[in-house]
């Protein structure tokens, strides 16, 4: 589902709960980058995640919405 540099820091910052300096440390990756790698497979799997779901882009839209209340 991702590559596996984004794999691997989802499960040490998400799974783990390990820290950004953490994380850089076990991964030899500056902070900075485990941020912007992280925040890409965060934005990777909500993509995936709504087209397995067949929700748009934003979730819901206002129809399937309305249906849900």
């Known amino acids: ?3 596996d540099t984004y ?3 989802y499960e040490l910052r998400m799974q783990e ?3 950004t300096k953490e ?3 076990r991964l030899g990756i ?3 980058n485990v ?3 992280l925040n890409r497979a965060v934005r990777i799997v909500k993509r995936k ?3 397995r779901l067949g929700l748009g882009a934003r979730g819901m839209d206002q ?3 309305r249906k849900k209340l």
């Open 17 to 19: 709960e390990l820290s």
């Open 63 to 65: 129809g399937e919405a």
């Open 30 to 32: 500056t902070s900075s």
């Open 49 to 51: 995640l709504r087209s």
């Open 23 to 25: 994380t850089a440390e």
């Open 1 to 3: 589902m991702l590559p």
């Open 35 to 37: 941020t912007t790698v």
């Open 7 to 9: 794999r691997r820091v």
